[in-house]
């Protein structure tokens, strides 16, 4: 949702951006491909953590939603710090604070000038693609009004930042320095099996 705050920062003060890195981030034409589901999903979900029932949910379930709990990267006492932070402080009032602003928020920036003139690159999962149909081709839309809009597909679900942090941060390095092809304006490409160039301008 830190997508719309930073397309709403370039209108308001422009001469404070650089550039813009998005990772599947939100835009106000893409709140429509998430619709309502995930609003009441987490009311469902904030009742529960509350009650402390979200203790019962089997680990390799929220493993499904966390990739970093597939993986081997943490120890023993790094999972078991991770999944009491995860019970304690996800689903709380806050977020539902901002889903339930999020039509409201994704008007005030549909109402204000596109900043045409901010450079930016939106990485895109294509496992968002999955569970909010017509994701991709607002991000797509969006980044076309930009004057300098670059995008990657990745073949990743929507915790992109995690499972392709190294490429992310080549590759947004090279936009944001203006060095290397995936800063050339007009290219957008990366070679690699899954990584796929996306369709900006």
């Known amino acids: 949702m830190s997508g719309l705050e930073a397309l709403y920062w370039a209108q308001e ?9 998005g990772l599947d981030p939100l835009t106000p034409e893409s709140v429509e491909a998430i619709g309502d589901l995930h609003k009441g999903r987490l009311y469902f979900m904030h009742v529960v953590a509350r009650t402390g029932l979200t203790r019962f949910i089997p680990e390799p379930e929220i493993g499904e939603q ?8 943490l120890s023993a006492e790094d999972n078991e710090t991770y999944m009491a932070v995860f019970y304690r402080s996800t689903f709380t009032k806050d977020m539902l604070r901002e889903v339930g602003s999020l039509r409201t928020n994704a008007a005030m920036v549909a109402e204000n000038p596109v900043p045409t003139d901010t450079p930016m690159v939106f990485f895109i999962s294509q496992g968002q693609e999955e569970v909010a149909p017509g994701w991709k081709k607002a991000l797509y839309d969006y980044l076309s009004q930009i004057t300098t809009g670059k995008s990657m597909e990745l073949e990743t679900g ?22 290397g092809r995936f800063a050339e304006k007009g290219s957008g490409k990366s070679e690699g099996g899954n990584r796929n160039p996306g369709e900006g301008g």
Do not use: R
Request: glycine content about 6%; proline content about 5%.
């Open 66 to 73: 966390l990739p970093l709990m597939k993986s081997a990267e």
């Open 158 to 179: 929507h915790y992109l930042h995690y499972e392709e942090s190294e490429l992310i941060a080549e590759e947004a390095g090279k936009f944001i320095t203006g060095t």
């Open 13 to 21: 003060y422009p001469d404070e951006v650089k550039a813009i890195v």
